[in-house]
């Protein structure tokens, strides 16, 4: 079944408009969902809208509410809402050009696909896209939607583009109050060395085929077990013996140069051939005699 359009208008570029439909390029088919069962029945449970010292009330008396104090909220109706809602408009207008990079990953939130209308479109779509890509450069724009408007951003993707929602300013929080008690004194040279030497000896081009959901693989197995068992027993699989529990205190550059040295860690299929680890390692060694061990941190 074809994909339904999420969003059919055009992106007007100056004087150029140019017929497009948007469609979402992500799915949410590999999640589970439960449903909360009344044991003693196998019954689905069902929820009661309920108001606390006066019981259940109907559908139709809910009206929505705005907290502005504790316990006192500013009361709208649905007419007041939608009043307020802004007209989805059929135009995309690109108002701003950005280089590829200058755009902080925090900000991107959903990625659609974008599309020619028909094959009239196709002439001034393939413009810009190949415009955009030669220039190395984001589309930035403004899109009204269901009431709403979205900041977006557009950019090549393969023969077509790639339209994807980004998060307003407001909507992000600045990552400095976390990072404020981490030192500032840079590692010791040859931990970093023997760090960045793993790193090349698992550097791969990215495949996201190559990862697999692991708990939902082994979510859907329990539940097929469970749907074949006449018991109707707990079937609680044997996940493995726990880490051990003991010492946080690790000796870094041993477990660095026990990492560097192990089978596993070329295992990454790299189109770029791995640093040589020889040099990294003879240096290392020389140091290491010299420096001796490095300081553990309290």
Known sequence: ??????????????????????????????????????????????????????????????IKGFEVEKGSYVLLDDREIEAVKIESKRTLELVQFVDADEIDPLYFEKPYYVAPKDELAEEAFVVLREALRKARKVALGQLSVRGSEKLVALKPCGKGLLLETLRYADEVRQGRSFFSDIDDTMPDAELLDLAT?????????????????????????????????????????????????????????AA????????????????RPAKSSAKTSGKAAAKSKTSGAPRKRA
């Open 1 to 62: 079944m074809a994909a339904r359009a999420y969003w059919s208008g055009q992106i007007r570029l100056a004087l150029v408009s140019i017929p497009v439909e948007v469609f979402p390029a992500t799915k949410s088919g590999a999640q589970i969902r439960f449903n909360q069962i009344h044991k003693p029945s196998g019954k689905r449970i069902a929820y009661e809208k309920v108001v606390p010292g006066i019981g259940a009330i109907d559908r139709d008396e809910i």
């Open 197 to 253: 030497t793993l790193i090349d000896k698992r550097t791969a081009p990215f495949d996201a085929s190559e990862f697999k959901n692991r708990y939902v693989d082994a979510l859907r197995e329990l539940i097929d077990k469970k749907a074949k068992s006449k018991t109707g027993r707990a079937i609680i699989e044997d996940a493995g013996e726990p880490a051990s529990a003991g010492s946080n205190v690790v000796d870094l550059m």
């Open 256 to 271: 660095l140069k026990k990492s560097v040295g192990a089978k596993g860690a070329g295992s990454a299929k790299s189109k």
